[in-house]
């Protein structure tokens, strides 16, 4: 009996969060209260206050329950690939094409682009977004400076402002789909996008010898 009943209360929890994520992404998280949340998870607001001391509380159980899709680039991060360029290419679609996939990760998403304020309570978020970018930016800046060692990387780009650019690309790509996913299609249009800017980065032979094999393809 105490075993059906642990197993109840934590999917009372889940529960709970779920509605929480669909009120969040509908209101927003500053408008959204306690009772609109009990309301969408039928239950009481003690029950609310039974597993999450506040709204922020809440909250943080809903984000730590998901990672974001860039914090899961650094803990694939291979030792030293023999080509650096394909690996970022590869990590960063994985990236998009996670986001794409999940639901639930492209809602959470959504919430933390466009339905939070980076204030009070929701510091912490602010301080796990920079993180998230630092590493991930930071991660791709390595593998630019390992291209560029093994000769992969065109002498006239800094790997910094090349991993920048990327990064940049990618969060970009991220933010205009989640706020018009009609716009274009996000996996045809970052794979293109993607090429094309790393393509440019290639040093001139290495470059030359992808168009060939294209062209006889």
Not at 46 to 61: E, P, Q, T
Not at 131 to 155: Q, T, V
Request: hydrophobic share 40%.
């Amino acid at each position: 009996m105490a075993r059906r009943t642990k197993e109840e209360a934590l999917e009372t929890r889940n529960h709970i969060l779920d509605m929480a994520e669909r009120v969040f992404l509908e209101k927003g998280v500053s408008r959204t209260s306690l009772d609109d949340v009990a309301a969408s998870a039928g239950v009481t607001r003690g029950a609310i206050y039974w597993h999450f001391k506040n709204k922020a509380d809440l909250f943080d159980a809903l984000m730590q329950r998901t990672s974001l899709p860039l914090e899961e680039m650094v803990p694939r991060e291979a030792d030293d690939p023999a080509d650096p360029l394909g690996y970022i290419r590869a990590l960063t679609l994985r990236v998009i094409g996670r986001l794409i996939s999940d639901p639930q990760c492209r809602r959470v998403q959504e919430i933390c682009h466009f339905k939070v304020e980076y204030v009070d309570e929701m510091e912490p978020l602010r301080a796990r977004h920079i993180d998230c970018c630092s590493s991930s930016r930071a991660l791709i800046e390595k593998k630019m400076k390992s291209a560029a060692e093994k000769g992969l990387l065109d002498p006239s780009v800094d790997p910094k402002l090349a991993a920048v650019g990327l990064h940049s690309l990618v969060v970009g790509l991220i933010q205009n789909w989640l706020l018009d996913p009609k716009y274009l299609p996000l996996a045809k249009s970052a794979e293109d996008l993607i090429d094309s800017y790393l393509d440019r980065l290639r040093a001139p032979v290495k470059r030359r010898r992808k168009t060939k094999r294209k062209a006889h393809a």
